[in-house]
């Protein structure tokens, strides 16, 4: 949680946040999905798609968390490869946004693999971020 902006979360928090991704659902249609390992069907974090406030305009925001114990092993990636096809091909999204602290190298990474651009720099929850975009295929 180093790069997160909001710290790591409490039980109470943890369930708060449980209910954000099923009102996505019920609101939008998408959100964040539970990210499990195929072997064990082990919970190890979550990834999606969700509406979030950049530069005061509601945006498709890719997101994705790990527990550190699989970081490194191309499963964010997998993962978010995933949720953005299906933005792409369900949702009919124009683009999809990435929101990434700049020291979070790692997560740079992952955003360039799905094939993600640099587009400029925001203040998220407080933070100096930099916004990635990717645009759909015509």
Partial sequence: MKFSPTDVFSISQTQEKIESFITSYKKFGFGKWAVTLKESDRLIGYCGIAVEQIDNKDEKEIGYRLDSKYWGKGLATEAAIGAIEYGFERFE???????????????????????MRYERETVFYGAK?????LDAVA
């Fill in 93 to 115: 999204f124009p683009y999809i946004l990435g929101i990434v602290e700049r020291s979070n190298t790692a997560s740079v990474r992952i955003l360039e693999k799905l094939g």
């Fill in 129 to 133: 971020m930099d916004v990635y975009r």
